[in-house]
């Protein structure tokens, strides 16, 4: 599905037949108290006369290009785009200037794209990989269902010619994107086209497709298992279609076993507590999380990364009917626990809560959880980070490094302990959150913590999962968040 791949070591020649062209080049920073080199001072490049005259024309000088890249027709007719890139800026900031400029490329949707790099060998390197990663994420179009003129329906990227650099095939690169990609592509369909039950069909096609083994647990057998959280918000939809599915994968030789757990409500009204219009409005991408868990579970598989995984997809709808759970309601989960239901739009830490459970009970060495759980999460930092939760330190300092190298920035917050004194409830073991919704997504990541044990757990908020105009390296509004670091986590899990 991606675009393949053609490396050439030699530049780029200024001949070529090409109809578009990426000239990526080094931008130094600047020396204390001087001002920034230009990236094109000492190399020539492919168009140097023409980006002259360009930013000559727009009175830009030439490390703007950093900040902001400009593309000009050559004297062939090819679109060229030029585009500097400060190698010792963070690896979000060197995604964000890699992908406004792939951007204006791909807005033409070209058939392929001819990318050549400069600088030193490390330079080439980095820009090399950084290029080809932003091409292949931003390559494939999401699903539409537009009709009408073909040339409103965008084209996949067929080819990427990268000239200058040569190197072993980015194995990892391509699956990080793959990865982010699956889970994009899930995450906008149309609630009526993932429903649970076609989830489910789509899951068990995929397993097949990709050696892992494929269980459900269904409302009869949850029910039978007393795993009334889950329940309690599946039972108020039409057809029972709901399930918990767990995606294993082995590898030989591995000792580690890490275990992905995600929020699947395919969508959520709200239940009897109904959200208005505005808010509903997007509730098909509530199931973002399981689809951040299956997309990192493709990318190991197809990196082949020495790690053991058990997935967990809590799929199901959180709907109103006759039948649906209510505020009062006491339920007891899967540990045991009773948990008294104070608002039925908090569903999600429910169906979590008995899915962690079954996770846990596999004695993994560790679990991460994936959720589009909290608002008070996207009010705390917007839909450019995420926010974590984890009950070990040293896990919480990992997974910061990791969306530090990844470009996917995370933050933690506190789950200090007196926090939960806001979930004591006279009729039940715990309450499922409060009426203010102060501090919520805290809240929300201590009631988690009860059903995990003492297995190390990070919970991640992911409020960055939708950011208008996309965000890093990713083009679109849905952004796949999630995926890249959760490859970094397993890279240093193994």
């Known amino acids: 599905m991606l675009a393949s791949l053609t490396q050439i070591a030699s530049p780029i020649s200024s001949s070529i037949k090409a109809t578009h062209i990426l000239v990526a080049l080094p931008q130094q920073p600047a020396a204390s108290g001087k001002a920034a080199a230009k990236p094109g001072e000492s190399l020539d490049f492919l168009g140097n006369s023409v980006l002259e005259a360009l930013l000559s024309r727009r009175k830009m000088e030439f490390d703007q290009i950093g900040e902001t890249p400009v593309s000009a027709n050559l004297p062939s007719g090819a679109l060229c785009v030029w585009v500097a890139v400060d190698l010792g800026k963070s690896s979000f900031e060197q995604q964000t200037r890699m992908r406004k400029a792939v951007q204006l490329l791909i807005e033409e949707s070209p058939a392929e794209i001819n990318v050549a790099v400069y600088g030193n060998d490390q330079q080439k390197a980095a820009l090399a990989q950084l290029a080809v990663y932003v091409a292949w994420i931003n390559g494939v179009p999401l699903p539409s269902r537009k009709t009408g003129k073909k040339d409103t329906v965008k084209q996949p990227l067929g080819n990427i010619t990268l000239h200058g650099y040569h190197a072993e095939a980015p194995a990892l690169l391509r699956a990080k994107a793959e990865g982010n990609f699956l889970t994009r592509e899930l995450t906008v ?276 999962s939708n950011n208008k105009g996309g965000l890093g390296a990713v083009s679109t509004d849905v952004t796949g968040f999630g995926v890249a670091w959760g490859v970094e986590m397993l890279q240093d899990s193994e």
């Open 189 to 464: 369909l149309p609630p009526n086209e993932l429903t649970p039950a076609l989830y489910r069909d789509l899951l068990k096609q995929l397993a097949e497709a990709e050696h892992w083994k494929y269980e459900e647990f269904d409302l009869k057998k949850l029910r039978e298992m007393g795993a009334g959280a889950f329940v309690a918000v599946a039972q108020g939809s039409d057809q029972e279609d709901a399930a918990i599915v767990h995606l294993q994968r082995r590898v030989e030789n591995s000792c580690k076993t890490v275990a992905l757990v995600g929020k699947g409500i395919c969508f959520d009204t709200g239940g009897h507590n109904l959200k208005p219009a505005r808010y509903m409005q997007g509730m098909h991408e509530d199931m973002n999380g399981s689809a951040v868990a299956v997309g990192i579970l493709l990318a190991a598989t197809r990196a082949d990364l020495p790690v053991n995984i058990d997935c967990w997809l809590a799929i199901a709808q959180n709907h109103i009917s006759p039948r649906a759970y209510k505020q009062n309601d006491v339920i007891t989960a899967l540990n045991g626990s009773t948990i008294e239901i104070v608002h039925t739009d908090a569903e999600g830490r429910l169906v979590l809560a008995d899915t962690l459970s079954l996770a846990g009970k596999q004695n993994p060495d560790v679990i991460f959880d994936f959720a589009t759980l909290t608002g008070s999460m996207h009010v705390a930092l917007g839909s450019r980070y995420s926010g974590i939760f984890s009950n070990r330190e040293e896990l919480s300092e990992r997974a910061l490094a990791a969306g530090r190298l990844s470009g996917e920035r995370i933050w933690a917050f506190p789950m200090d302990a007196d926090y939960e004194t806001e979930l004591e409830s006279k009729i039940a073991d715990v309450k499922q959150c409060t009426l203010e919704g102060e501090a919520d997504h805290i809240l929300a990541a201590r009631f988690l913590s009860r059903f995990v044990g003492d297995t190390p757990w990070l919970h991640m908020d992911l409020s960055g």
